[in-house]
């Protein structure tokens, strides 16, 4: 079913585990990344950022996002991930998307939360679920570089009043992770996660995914993280595998065999990431 990130993360939250929200870079990849949702028996969230998005067009990746889910039958989210511009953000909500993101984490408090009330007025009014953002995530956020001395942790305080005062169905919490890392992991501050989860009553998300060590995720999920964002790890998987195939291709052979096996690289990334999230080891309620 075509449904929304409020859907999804409200059964993640009834079961104690996330969902993956996996960044397609381009439309090639991304039926792959829904049938390895399906192979799971899990919901996905496939998200884009604003270029991406405008690059193969709102209303395409609408059309095959919602066509593959009824096909598949498979719970699936279409995601505008990290919008700060109001138009965009009605341009996908006008198209289809059923989940956009208002990122006004570089805003002074009072702005972003009147900001992204704004969106979450006008979304709401349409059926569509939104995402807000609060404390700075480093690494490199929409072709902006965030310094790690730049970096601001969300504030459990802040984080309450945000929530109460937007509606958001989802925050984006800054505590440690980096988008873009994928050479290294980051030290998640975990004290911080359980702190905002006690006061905080809505899924909580996790950006820069890729840099979390695996063996963090149990007590992330534990711990209110209902949407968990991995973009870095696909693309640079996708990117090597392309590299290798048409490296070694004849120049008039077609272009989809060299296409498919880094598809398929991203099949096999979502499905391990999707087990994983499932969160099989632990319990039903944790709180």
């Keep these: 079913m075509y449904t929304t990130l ?61 066509t593959m889910a009824e096909n598949e039958m498979v719970d699936a989210v279409l995601h505008l991930d990290h919008a700060r511009n109001f138009d965009d953000i009605k341009e996908a909500i006008d198209q289809g998307y059923t989940s956009v993101m208002y990122d006004g ?26 995402e807000g953002e ?12 965030v310094a790690e001395n730049d970096k601001v942790y969300t504030k459990p305080e802040d984080a309450l009043a945000f929530v109460e005062a937007t509606g958001i169905d989802a925050l984006a919490i800054a505590i440690g992770t980096n988008h873009g890392q994928f050479k290294s992991k980051t030290e998640v501050n975990l004290p ?33 993280i209902r949407k968990f964002n991995v973009g870095t790890e696909l693309l640079v998987n996708w990117t090597k595998m392309a590299k290798e195939s048409f490296e070694e291709t004849a120049v008039n052979k077609s272009l989809r065999y060299n296409v498919i096996p880094a598809n398929e690289v991203c099949h096999d990334i979502v499905k391990h990431k999707i087990g994983l999230f499932m969160n099989s080891n632990s319990p039903l309620q944790v709180r």
């Design 6 to 66: 409020k859907e999804v993360t409200a059964t993640a939250t009834e079961l104690n585990f996330t969902v993956g929200a996996f960044n397609a870079h381009n439309l090639e990849m991304l039926p792959e990344m829904i049938r390895a949702a399906k192979e799971m028996g899990a919901p996905i969230i496939i998200q884009t950022s604003v270029d991406t998005a405008k690059y193969i067009g709102y209303e395409v990746l609408v059309s095959v996002v919602k």
């Design 134 to 145: 609060l404390g700075t995530i480093g690494g490199t956020e929409e072709g902006i570089h």
């Design 192 to 224: 911080l996660l359980k702190e905002i989860h006690a006061i905080v009553d809505i899924p909580l998300v996790i950006h820069g995914g890729t840099g979390v060590k695996e063996e963090d995720y149990p007590e992330l999920i534990n711990n209110g």
């Design 105 to 130: 984490s570089h805003l002074p408090f009072k702005e972003n939360i009147l900001k992204t009330k704004a969106v979450v007025e006008y979304a709401h009014k349409h059926g569509v679920s939104v």
